[in-house]
């Protein structure tokens, strides 16, 4: 009965905490969205993507993703020029626009990091973890997980250079579902 109880409750906080949210999975069409730029202005997904879209949730105080900052630069310049597009998304609430404009410009990011309010688009996928990656082809999700298998340390897996390569190569990716690790994104409490 103890047991029981306790599994109860367990999952009535995963629910509860976001964890236990289906999201969208490799498959699932993508519908559009709104970000904002760090700026404050609405942009749409639409005008975003590509054939090919990489959407990374990031952030600026998490330990992890910051380890992540030189691959996901170097990811960028070597698929971009390929026509993938990249979309860098910021969901925690606790990182405001002006700390993320300042961490992609300390960090030197070649690209645009955009504000997730109210976590709608963190919610919509099921993103859990920063960093965490999605890459859409045709309008559905082709791949979801990690970028690599190593936080530090000596990378076995290039879990998203190996997924792009494929989709660049018009095949599904072999490993189309990695799991993500990283820092929880900071929701805005509902009440």
Do not use: W
Request: glycine share 8%; charged share 20%; hydrophobic share 40%.
């Amino acid at each position: 009965m103890k047991t029981r109880m306790i599994m109860s409750v367990c999952l009535a906080l995963l629910v509860a905490s976001g964890l236990g949210a289906a999201g969208l999975k490799v498959g699932s069409t993508v519908e559009n969205f709104t970000l904002k730029t760090v700026d404050g202005k609405d942009v749409q997904y639409a005008e975003l993507a590509g054939n090919i879209t990489v959407l990374t949730f990031i952030a600026t105080q998490c330990p992890i993703s910051n380890d992540y900052n030189e691959r996901m630069k170097a990811i960028y310049a070597d698929y971009h020029p390929k026509g993938v597009k990249f979309v860098f998304i910021n969901s925690n609430h606790t990182e405001p626009a002006a700390e993320v404009k300042q961490h992609a410009a300390s960090n030197g990011f070649q690209f645009q990091v955009y504000k997730d309010p109210g976590n709608v688009v963190a919610d919509m996928f099921g993103a859990q973890f920063t960093p965490e990656v999605y890459v859409v082809k045709g309008g559905k999700v082709a791949y979801h997980g990690r970028i690599d298998d190593a936080r530090k340390g000596e990378i076995k897996d290039h879990s998203l250079r190996n997924a792009l390569d494929a989709l660049l190569a018009g095949k599904a990716p072999a490993a189309a579902e990695t799991k993500a690790f990283g820092c929880t994104i900071k929701r805005v409490k509902v009440s």
